[in-house]
């Protein structure tokens, strides 16, 4: 399972240079990067399992709890 319907925007749909064609999608998961900010807005760091590149995203709160677990079962540990 990756977190690639959590992200909005335009990284969501980027293609991975290091996907087998180079044309398929990151496969986005968080990283230990989870911060609450002030106001409420939770900062959760991203990373593609495949060409490790991050992706830095404010989530709302509402969001964040909405996917809070899969966000803490989906962490990538080996970067
Ligand atoms: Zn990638």
Not at 10 to 27: F, I, V
Not at 32 to 48: A, D, Q, S
Not at 54 to 74: C, G, P, V, W, Y
Request: hydrophobic share 30%; charged share 30%.
């Amino acid at each position: 399972m990756n977190l690639n319907h959590i992200i909005a925007g335009e990284n969501q749909d980027e293609n991975c240079p290091a996907s087998p064609t180079g044309l398929k999608k990151h496969n986005w998961l968080s990283t230990n990067e989870i911060e609450t900010k002030h106001g409420g807005e939770v900062f959760v760091r991203f990373i593609c399992k495949r060409c490790k590149k991050t992706h830095d995203q404010l989530l709302s709160t509402e969001k964040f709890r909405l996917f809070e677990r899969a966000i803490e079962m989906n962490k990538f540990m080996e970067y």
